[in-house]
Nanobody, 120 residues
Framework: VQLVESGGGLVQPGGSLRLSCAAS????????MRWYRQAPGKGRELVAG???????NYADSVKGRFTISRDSAKNTVYLQMNSLKPDDTAVYYC???????????????WGQGTLVTVSS
């Protein structure tokens, strides 16, 4: 079981990016999926989360600009980021708190991260 992020890159202030995180393996279900980020020289912070039923939560710093969604059939979570600011520059990580397969459960699974740089 693994999580693989994609969609990062360089974007100008005010621009948009869409991150994707796909879970692979013989997955039967995934509980909560979250996006975290870590800016240079700072700690990792929670950006957004979404439950299996679709309930969402966001960090105050991204409310109204970012939208988290998921496609359970594809075991994929997305982060639509609009009105990007230089302060959004960070490595973005995908997390699943519990991934269930037929054989076992995997807890606190992390992706490798994708870099988002917001700069003119």
């Amino acid at each position: 079981v693994q999580l693989v992020e994609s969609g990062g890159g360089l974007v100008q202030p005010g621009g948009s990016l869409r991150l994707s995180c796909a879970a692979s393996g013989s997955i039967s279900s995934i509980n909560v999926m979250r996006w975290y980020r870590q800016a240079p020289g700072k700690g990792r912070e929670l950006v957004a989360g979404i439950t299996s039923s679709g309930s969402t939560n966001y960090a105050d710093s991204v409310k109204g600009r970012f939208t988290i969604s998921r496609d359970s059939a594809k075991n994929t979570v997305y982060l639509q980021m609009n009105s990007l600011k230089p302060d959004d520059t960070a490595v973005y990580y995908c997390n699943a708190d519990r991934i269930m397969t037929g054989a076992r459960s995997y807890f606190e699974v992390w992706g490798q991260g994708t870099l988002v740089t917001v700069s003119s």
